[in-house]
């Protein structure tokens, strides 16, 4: 099966590797490769794993069978209708998008029209510790007949409906406490180290869940939103506009995304070190990323 990864980030790399190792024939377009400063990390990959690299998303999916999307939140309408125009009549378009259910009904009105068949893919959980067998909800009236195709290429798929939506909506509303809960701890703990009780608020945090390892969950979090806010705030603008698609106004959902991207605009900023050097957001200690945090403000006060 001849695949196209439009989006060759974090996700889309480790994608790339567990297709090639089976043997597929992997293309791949990402806007980075269009800057010289991050465009080589990309290449340096792609060529040590065998992956087709190309200058945009029509080349990609030219003769593709599967087509995977693994981009920000904001692009992911964009990215089904830049890619339509180059798809093969009856290639399967899953969108692993951490977007809104609006936003998938409008990607997908945009991928059938142009012959392809578009499924929804709702990525239940951070990716790196189980690859392409990370749980994976599919959604849409093409699901049924994408799962059995994933699956054997090592993917841990299910349908969650037939209807285009379900699966999208559950990840949104499951993100609305997972992002959430990562924007909190990074409020409390910060909080906390300022006025110099953050051990008191552990040890009452692990009296109260005493399942959850309260010191190594906070460096958890600390590391993923500075290494990956902007990714994080952009789906939770996504969650805040499915919240809305209830009829709801998204007031933890829209804290949170502004969260996120304040640590997003820190870490360019350079506050947490530079990226990609020893010790970037790999603190062990939730305390060392906090400490930055609170000096930042010092100098520059909001």
Request: charge should be neutral; charged fraction near 20%; glycine fraction near 10%.
């Amino acid at each position: 099966m001849k695949t196209a990864l439009i989006g060759y980030g974090e996700v889309g790399r480790i994608l790339a590797e567990d297709l090639r190792v089976q043997g597929l024939e992997v293309s791949a377009f990402d806007l980075k490769l269009q800057r010289d400063a991050t465009a080589t990390p990309l290449r340096e990959h792609a060529a040590a794993h065998g992956v087709r690299l190309v200058d945009g998303p029509v080349q990609a999916v030219a003769g593709a069978e599967l087509v995977i999307s693994a981009v920000t939140a904001s692009q992911t309408v964009a990215v089904a209708q830049a890619a339509a125009a180059g798809l093969a009549p009856g290639a399967f378009f899953l969108d692993f998008n951490s977007a809104s259910p609006g936003a998938k009904a409008q990607a997908a009105q945009m991928v059938n029209a142009a012959g392809g068949r578009y499924v929804e893919g709702a990525v239940m959980t951070s990716v790196p510790p189980y690859r392409i067998r990370v749980p994976l909800l599919l959604g849409g009236p093409e699901a049924a007949a994408l799962e059995p195709l994933l699956n054997a290429l090592g993917f841990a798929a299910r349908v969650a409906s037939h209807q285009l939506g379900v699966a999208s909506a559950t990840k949104m509303c499951r993100s609305i406490m997972i992002k959430g809960l990562e924007a909190m701890v990074i409020e409390s703990f910060t909080t906390a180290r300022h006025y110099g009780v953050e051990d008191a608020v552990i040890a009452s945090l692990q009296e109260t869940f005493p399942g959850i390892d309260w010191e190594k969950q906070g460096a958890y979090f600390f590391q993923r939103v500075i290494e990956h806010g902007r990714r994080r705030s952009e789906e939770v603008r996504e969650v805040a506009q499915t919240v809305r698609e209830a009829g709801l106004s998204p007031w933890s959902a829209a804290g949170t995304a502004d969260r996120q991207a304040h640590m997003a605009d820190l870490g360019d900023a350079g506050v947490f070190g530079t990226r990609g050097a020893p010790g970037f957001a790999r603190s062990a200690d939730w305390r060392v990323e906090a400490d930055r945090l609170l000096a930042d403000l010092q100098r520059n006060p909001t």
